[in-house]
């Protein structure tokens, strides 16, 4: 008797895409997720390192659906393709303040 086996998280589901030269990983991931019908809830959270040289970055909190209740949470480096996303797709964005 062959058994298939599930994952219960949604997200193992997800193909890895494939690394680019050019674009985060984490980023090709969220275009992944979003075209699995996972959907960006909330705003986007903008961390800038008070740290001079640091690279700031974008933290996404995706919800499969309305009727589940699995949560991701994704951090991307900033870059000029995630701000452009951010902008096309009228995502509010929110500053976390960081101090050391």
């Not at 008797?1 to 998280?9: E, G, K």
């Not at 997720?33 to 903008?46: F, H, Y």
């Not at 700031?56 to 000029?80: M, R, S």
């Amino acid at each position: 008797m062959f058994t298939t086996i599930y994952p219960l998280n949604p997200w193992d589901q997800l193909q890895q895409p494939i690394h680019s030269a050019n674009l985060p990983a984490s980023y090709l991931l969220l275009l992944a997720a979003l075209d699995k019908g996972w959907q960006v809830t909330g705003p986007v959270v903008l961390n800038r390192s008070p740290r001079e040289g640091e690279a700031c970055q974008f933290a996404f909190t995706l919800l499969k659906n309305a009727h589940q209740t699995y949560v991701q949470h994704l951090i991307i480096p900033c870059c000029k393709e995630v701000e452009t996303f951010i902008r096309q797709e009228g995502l509010e964005v929110v500053a976390e303040c960081c101090i050391l």
